[in-house]
Structures are given as C-alpha cells and as structure tokens.
C-alpha cells in the first residue's frame, strides 16, 4: 500500500493531502483522463452533484476505468487561494479595462496624441500589500496602477490627491482616483504620450519587464520623484546647444544630469518623466 493510499489520498497531487484541495476540486484519473466534477457528481455510482472529491466513498472508483481514487490528480481547483486571486483579478482588470475604453470613446478617441496601434489592456497584476498591482495600457498612456484589496476601504481617497509609494528599486509618486467601475485606485505614470511604440505588443512586453524591475533593489538610485520631475522640466526650458554659447560662458542654463532616472531603469530608458502640470486625463491620472 502505498503512502497516499495509506494516508487516504492520492498519487500526483498535494503528496496525497487531501486537505489541500478545496471542496471545488475538479479531479483526473491518471489513467483514462476521467474526470470528476464535484459540481456533477457520479450518477453511474450514485454519488449526488455537490460532493468533494474528498468525500467519495472510500470504495469509489474511476467510472472509466476502475481506478482507485488514489489514482487521481487536481484537473484545476476553483476554491484554491491561487485560482480565487486569479479569478478576483481577471474581475478587477475587466472593469478597470471597460471604464478606460469608455473614456477612450467619449473623450480620446479623437485626440491627435492617439496611439492608434494600441488598445486598452490590464496585465502582470499580482497581490501586493493587500490589494493587487500590475499595468495599464491605453493608447495614450501607459500606468502602473494599485487596487485595493477584498478587505480594504479605499472609499475615503480624494481624487487628485499625490502619495509617494515605497518599492524594493526606489519610491515613486501615485495619484489618486476613482471610476465608475473600477472603484477606487492609484496610479503612477510610466509613459505619456505613447508615441514611441509601434505595436501592442511592444507595449506588453515593456509592461511587463516594468513589472519586474520594479521589484529589483539593485534599480534603487539616490534621487526621488520630486527631483526627476524638477529635472525633466529644467531640460525642457534649457536653451539650445546654440544659444547656449552664444549666452555665454556665464549663462545659467544647467547641466544635463547623466544618471539614468529608476523610471528609465524600469522602462529601458524610453519613459520620461511627467512634467509637473502635466494634463491628467491625457496621462490617465484624475480627470
């Protein structure tokens, strides 16, 4: 007799724990690939719909083969944790994805800075402190955005309102808002406008590497949020190299900082950083 028989179990999955799958369980012979849903139950063995696997018979075969039920392995868990987050989830990115092509149609979809190789799209989102973390394409932006979790009250979040958010490669400023679907959120820019990339795919891939590296401590540099963005905007008022010299060996234009930003390590160095003033609605913060 083997252990998983002698443990009352099954051979393949969880080492025969039968407490480690939950009352959903969809089980497969490992035979004949004969499955059972506990949603249907057996009628062949009379078992009623609505019993766990783990509540068969301990005489309960196989109805292809005969097999004992000790052969059997998880087909897929619904009641597990994992297929539960991922369900909430897919739920969560369904609606944050149906709010953002609604504000695509009504109010972007005309908008020259319209990346039209692109589409809205949620993904990498993962359980973090709580709630769930992943990115947001659209085509006129591209952000990481936070929601909240099952047990977290977020309601009180007043749209428009900064929160510097501390990760393993630096912090990073997220703003707050809320959407008739999605609820309330936070989200952080990455790109806007979107013109540097030529497919959707192309965007997906950078979503994804963000997901990554910014989790990464060795991305971690000595500047802040605050200073990229004061940075960004002291080049975009610089005069050009010509004017430059003709102001002058006096002239008071700064000087280029060379390191790269953690946005540009966490994006490859295509992103820039928001200027401050920044339109919201066209970098997909509060409207």
């Known amino acids: 007799m083997s252990v998983e028989t002698a443990r009352g179990g099954f051979e393949g999955s969880y080492l025969g724990a039968n407490d480690r799958i939950s009352p959903q369980a969809i089980m497969e012979c490992k035979i004949c690939w004969t499955s059972y849903d506990p949603a249907e139950g057996d009628e062949y063995r009379q078992v009623l719909p609505g019993t766990p696997f783990a509540a068969l018979p301990a005489d309960w075969k196989c109805p292809g083969c005969d097999a004992p039920k000790e052969q059997f392995i998880v087909r897929e868990d619904p009641g597990s944790d994992e297929m539960r987050i991922a369900a909430e989830i897919e739920r969560r990115c369904a609606r944050l994805v149906a709010d953002f092509r609604e504000v ?5 979809r005309d908008v020259p800075i319209i990346n039209q190789a692109l589409h809205v799209e949620a993904l990498a989102f993962r359980p973090w402190q709580g709630g769930f973390l992943g990115v947001l394409i659209a085509p006129w932006f591209m952000n990481l955005i936070w929601l ?14 900064k929160e510097v958010v501390a990760f393993p490669s630096g912090e990073y400023e997220f703003i707050h808002n809320s959407r008739e679907m999605t609820g309330p959120y936070k989200a952080c820019s ?3 406008p979107m013109a540097d990339f030529t497919s959707q795919l192309q ?3 950078v979503a994804r590497a963000v997901m ?3 989790f990464k401590p060795e991305n971690r540099d000595g500047t802040d ?10 080049a975009e008022l610089a005069p050009p190299p010509e004017a430059a010299s003709e102001a002058g060996p006096a002239s008071d234009a700064p000087i280029p900082d060379p390191r790269p930003t953690r946005r540009a390590l966490l994006t490859g160095g295509l992103a820039a950083a928001p200027a401050e003033g920044d339109d919201p609605e066209i970098s997909g913060g509060v409207e």
């Open 104 to 108: 695509f149609k009504a109010k972007m």
């Open 148 to 161: 909240p979790g099952e047990d977290q009250d977020w309601s009180a979040l007043k749209a428009g309102e």
């Open 190 to 192: 990455l790109f806007s």
């Open 203 to 205: 965007a997906v891939d």
């Open 212 to 214: 990554v590296e910014l």
């Open 225 to 234: 949020r605050a200073a990229e963005i004061r940075a960004a905007r002291e």
